[in-house]
């Protein structure tokens, strides 16, 4: 977890041995005491990749080449993809090396998952930390964070975002461009806060949580985890676990299949076995 001691701190992180909180579902933390370490810090060279090719990683890479001119030290190398007809060709003037098969042989320091759908996000995650892999932690220097907002593992903040005081954004959340986060929300690991949407103070956004483009979710609300928040709803009551509420007010929709805690030990993502 990273404190971003204010908006002067916006850049790309590394983090490094992390355990759970005690008691704390939303958040895996540093240990006490430990001190993270800022690309600015690092004297070496800080190679980045980032995973997928798609929209979502080319935005991923618009946030990290707005911060090289103030880091010297930060290289993005480029994109990995499972797609043929991307590989050898550039996004931002950065190339597509190959395959994400191909992580194994490229070097180096850290990884960005670029890819929108949180579950397939999610299952990335949980492999590749199972391998050792580290994460970058990207904030986009036009967005705005409170100093005492502590932000996860590989998450993204994009242009415009604002994310206020004593807000916790856990481990590989999106946290698109142009939302805002208020005062005290706690947003869970490998949710997605998409363009423009406004959570109140004190929001709990369960793990896995997608909130849709322009919704908005008044203060004090729990979302449960794997929920959809659709676009442009307006949340004014909590959402049980796994469902799906849309309308103004937000109106649930019939039920969906009930999604069961994530093994940890999954191995989906044979291309890395």
Known sequence: MI???????????LSIATRKRPNDPFLLVHEAGQTDQTVGDVRKMVRVLILGAGGHARVVADAVLSLLPKR???????FL???PELVQKRI??????GSLADLRNIPHDAVVIGIGDNETRRRFFVKLSDQGEEFATVIHPRATLARDTIVGRGTVVFA????NTG?????N???NTGCTVDHNCKVGSHSHVCPGAHLGGTVVVGEGTFVGIGSTIINNITIGEWSII???AAVIKDVLPNNTVVGVPARELPTRPLRTKPDTRDSGLSLFD
């Open 173 to 175: 959340v999106i946290v």
């Open 230 to 232: 659709g676009g442009g």
């Open 81 to 83: 993809d499972d797609d």
């Open 167 to 171: 807000s916790l954004i856990g481990n």
């Open 72 to 78: 010297e030290s930060l290289e993005l190398m480029g």
């Open 92 to 97: 931002l003037g950065k190339p597509v090396l």
């Open 3 to 13: 404190s971003t001691g204010g908006v002067d701190a916006r850049f790309i992180y």
């Open 160 to 163: 415009g975002a604002i994310v």
